[in-house]
């Protein structure tokens, strides 16, 4: 009587631990968390429309780099040059990138050209952009800033910046708040349209969300719930022994 009770013990110690086990495996287990990809096309909104805070993820500026207090709105504008917008009819505009009239070259106020200022961390950016006017060949500036706009890095498109080619550029700058773009040399000929990015991917999350509770609290039920039955199971091997 006494083996068959404790081989009953036994067999309800294992199912219990192997129900706990599952469940602190997923509470101990890293959650990731969902990217987020946004468009701001320029097409989907009618001509004129102001643009500089269709999404709260990020503001549209157009800064001249006089110490910003020249930066006006960026609106929904047809293209004036060829072959036009690089999607559709509507784009951002014509922007030149560089310095302005400034005295401080570090920092965000100073610089000219197309400005994205981001409410929260994002992994990349792109933002399409074509030389519509300048026969020459004309590269697109990039400028990137940090949180308290200072700047932390700076380039050029790849490309060979002929007229009327279309061309990616595909950014990724670690602590990036603020970018900045433009046509090479203060030239306004550059213009640019379609703006993609991802929010910051939350990754390494190990607190307990809901679902976890939830899968928590669904084992402590099963637990209460298959434990009438054990407790019959050991009951009945009891009585049995019992009457022989």
Known sequence: MNSRISHCRVVTARWLASVSTVVLLYLSCPIAGYATLITIEPDDYAEGSDLSFVSSYV???????????????????????????PTGALGFGKHPGGL?????????????GLGFTFS??????????VNTDYSPGLQAAWFAFDVDDELIDSGFSLGSG??????????????AATYVFGGADSIAAMEFDRLSFQLKTAVGVSAPDAMA???LGFAFCLMRIAGGPIRRVAYSMLRHASWR
């Open 59 to 85: 503001r549209l500026r157009a800064l001249s780099g006089d110490s910003g207090t020249a930066s006006g709105p960026v609106y929904a504008v047809r293209s004036t040059g060829l072959p036009g917008a």
């Open 100 to 112: 302005g009239l400034c005295s401080t070259p570090a920092r965000l106020e100073c610089h000219m």
């Open 120 to 129: 929260q961390p994002i992994d990349w950016i792109s933002l399409l952009a």
């Open 162 to 175: 002929a007229l009327g080619e279309v061309f990616s550029i595909d950014l990724a700058v670690p602590g």
């Open 213 to 215: 509770l939830s899968i």
